[in-house]
Every structure is written in structure tokens, then in C-alpha cells.
């Protein structure tokens, strides 16, 4: 079927953290989730569960892993086996999760900044020291500083690594050489790698890239490697709460099953057993149009700039829908030009400094909207940094 992506839905009152936390005025471009309607045959799986009137405890059928077993094969060439799998109520969760479960007092993590803050959050949380090996900007994407990483990975207290890939912010997708260095030196150096996949299916067509997972370089790092995948990011379901772990090494699959009995985290909830398997299982249809319209939202958003905000440069995504801008030439502080657009525009974005300090100077965007709110959100980001006086 033909899917809409341009209606607009009301989702204030709909007890939306995008739209709900905030003042009714603001139009928020913030949290990554998409104002899209889910696909059809994710919707229609919810209410036929719905649909019957008892739900107690909730027991995943035998099919339920066999979903996104199917889906990586299919869409990203890498076979699992069912065995590998656990449940996560969230990738955010599990990075908690880790924290508390793979570090003894003193041992450290090592991520790359600018990064997700809840890499750092969940580590500054659980008094994890964090390392950071900051990202080279160069020619308008991030490049790896390898000789750094290397050097950090070799820290005896250096125990794990909190990988993005893709790279939340900027949307850069790590090459094939890129990751097997990374997953050499880590695996080398005894560091555990723990490889945040979610955004692994909302990659752009026209540049021709395929996600590689980490776990599918080689065997050996296979078996120092945690994949965090979710149907969640990429069909729209933040919401149900289901994601899962793909752990083929026996003795850390056992580590992490233990600690999540320990806190007593079982089973997915009802609604996400039914909505994550038609999303693995019948979802490639919308999803292909989704990266069509996102396509479209991310030349939109090119050409509204080059347009009307020529001082603001995007730097040029692989993947996923959250836009990485750069508002360096306008030689304003972050903060100035934040509260600009916050207060002057009522547009929510998020700060590029909360992904860390290497992130002044950049907002991130979320452009998985209907095309009429992309362009409501820039209008009320040119008209915020025109009542501020930061452009003419
Ligand atoms: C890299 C990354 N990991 C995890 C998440 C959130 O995961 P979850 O909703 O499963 O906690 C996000 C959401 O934006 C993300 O960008």
C-alpha cells in the first residue's frame, strides 16, 4: 500500500514526550522519534491483540526471535542464531544495564564525542569513569583519531566500548576498514565492545552505503561484541519499549542474562511481542517509503538553507533522520543561538554541546516529520535568529 507520510497528526495530549514536555508554543524537532504513522501491518498486529480483553503476564512465542533473525539476514546479510538473543526494554536501559554489570570500581569506558549523551549519561550515572576519544571534524564529517583510540583502548582500566554506528550525531556510517580496526584494537586489547545498531536501517539510498554490523567483521570480534538492535527506531515504536541484544559469545551472554534476572527484567510487554515481530516480519514496505520521504525532507532541508540560512552548513548524513548543523560561521555563542531559537522561534532542538564540549557550535535536528512541519520549524528558526539579530 501507498502510505501518507505527509498527514499530520495532533499528537499533544497523546501523552508524547516530544510533544507533551513542553510548552504548548514549541514546535519540537528534538527527541528522535517520527511523526509518521507506523506501518499498517504493525498497527493492525496492536489492535487485534488489543482486541483480546486479558492480558496478563506475557509470554513471547517461539517466532518472536525469529524476527529480527530474519530481518538482518535479510536486509543486512548477517545470520544469528536464536541462541544469541536476550530482551532489553531499551537500548538506553541496557547501556545503564552494562554500566552497572561490567565494571568493576575504577574501570573505565571509552566512547567518541561528540556521541548520544546517554553514552556518557548512563556511565557519569553509575560513577563509570569515561574516556573520550573526540571525533576529527574534517572536510565536513567525522573521521576517527585512531592513533587516540588505540592509545586509549591500551589503558589496563579501559574495559569497554560504547560504539554508535551508526553515529548519533551526524549520521556517519562507519566503513568496513573503520570498524575492523576499531574491533581489532578493542578485541586486542581485551575492551568489550558494546555496538549501538539502532539507527543500522534508516540509511540513505542514493549514496549506495550498506550498515555493516560490527558482530559480522570477523569471528573473533564477533565474540568480544554486544549488538544492540530495536525495532523501535526504526518503525516508530520508542514507546513499547522492546529492544534486544544479540550476544553470540556464551560466557558474556550469560553475564548480562544473569544481571537482568537479578533486577528482575523478564519479558517484553504485550504489545511490543506483537508489534515487533509484524515489524521485522511485514515492515520492509513502509519502511522503504519512509527512507524515500526522508530522502526528500533532507534535499528539503538542503535547499531551505542554502536559501534562506546560508551561514548554517548540515553535515551530509549517511544515515539516520537526525541532522547535525553546523552554525559555526555565524560566530555567535551555542547558547546565544540556542536560546534564540528556543525563545525568539519556539522551535526545539537539541543543543549540540550536550553531546558533548566538541559539540558547541552545532544544533541537532529531527527531520522525520511531515514535510509542512520541516518547513514550519525552519521558518521558526530564521524567524528566531532574525528577532535576536544573529541574521539579517
Ligand atoms: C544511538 C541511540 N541509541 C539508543 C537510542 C534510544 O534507545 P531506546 O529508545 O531503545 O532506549 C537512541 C535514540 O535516539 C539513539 O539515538
Known sequence: MKYDF??????????????????ADLLPMWVADMDFAIAKPIQEAIIHRAEHPVFGYSLPPAEYFE????????????KTEKSWYSHCPGIVPALHIFAKAFFQPGEKVLMQMPVYYPFFGAAKKNNVPIVENELIYKDGRYEIDFANFEAKAKDPLVKVFYLCSPHNPGGRMWTKEELQKMGDICTDNGVLIISDEIHCDLVFKNHGKKHIPMAAISEKIAQ????????????????????????????????YDKFMDSLGIMRPNAFGIQASMAAFNEGDEWLEQALDYLEGNLEFLRQYLAKHLPG?????????????????????????????????????????????????GFERINIACPQALLEEGLNRMKSGLKKAGIIK
Not at 498527514?7 to 510548552?23: E, M, T
Not at 524476527?67 to 548477517?78: D, E, F, K, S, T
Not at 548543523?325 to 554541546?353: I, N, P, T
Open 67 to 78: 524476527a529480527p533473525m530474519g530481518w538482518l539476514q535479510r536486509r543486512h546479510g548477517w
Open 312 to 360: 548554517i552548513k548540515i553535515m551530509e548524513p549517511d544515515a539516520t533522520y537526525l541532522i547535525w548543523m553546523d552554525f559555526r560561521e555565524l560566530q555567535v555563542d551555542s547558547k546565544v543561538f540556542h536560546d534564540a531559537l528556543l525563545e525568539e522561534g519556539k522551535v526545539w532542538l537539541d543543543e549540540g554541546y550536550i553531546f558533548g564540549p566538541c559539540g558547541q
Open 6 to 23: 505527509d498527514q499530520v497528526f495532533s499528537r499533544r495530549g497523546s501523552n508524547s514526550f516530544k510533544w507533551d514536555a513542553g510548552a
Open 224 to 255: 568480544n561484541t554486544i549488538t544492540a538492535i530495536a525495532p523501535s527506531k526504526t518503525f516508530n515504536l520508542a514507546g513499547l519499549q522492546t529492544s534486544f541484544l544479540i550476544i553470540s559469545n556464551p560466557e558474556i551472554k550469560a553475564k
